[in-house]
């Protein structure tokens, strides 16, 4: 899935429920804090990752430091990873995401990575890359998560 469709896209917003957000930040200017603050006003059960700001609240759960750290909701009960982390880290992320393997890593606009993205879908895991969460989840209408 390396350019999904607008209805690939839809069906995978719609279907998610829990997101862990990988590099989320407290600064409200910036998108790795205002991304998952819309997406968790929608709905989502969203899970804060980031060793800067492990222990504190953010969006109703405690933050962690990496995603092995997120507890019951690893392995297999993850649907996404929203990934705010500069292309040249994401291989070092690499031994966590496959540790709680999602189902999907969706690279936020602005991040590609070949060889990440190609080591996660030979293990099983869609990845989108280059598109923004809040942005595409407003523009194909998905509703709000009622359940």
Request: charged share 25%; aromatic share 6%.
């Amino acid at each position: 899935m390396s350019s999904p469709t607008d209805s690939e896209l839809r069906d995978i917003l719609a279907r998610t429920r829990t997101i862990a957000v990988l590099g989320a930040h407290t600064d409200p200017n910036k998108p790795a804090c205002y991304v998952p603050d819309y997406l968790h006003g929608v709905g989502y059960s969203v899970r804060a990752v980031n060793p800067v700001f492990a222990g504190r609240v953010m969006w109703g759960s405690p933050c962690v430091a990496l995603l092995t750290d997120l507890g019951p909701l690893a392995p297999g009960e993850l649907d996404m990873v929203d990934v705010f982390r500069r292309p040249e880290f994401l291989l070092g992320h690499v031994p966590e995401i496959l540790a709680v393997k999602p189902k999907l890593v969706w690279l936020q606009l602005g991040i590609r990575h070949g060889e990440f993205a190609r080591t996660l879908r030979e293990a099983g895991i869609d990845v989108v890359e280059d598109r923004c969460t809040l942005a595409e989840h407003r523009r194909l209408g998905v509703p709000p998560i009622r359940d």
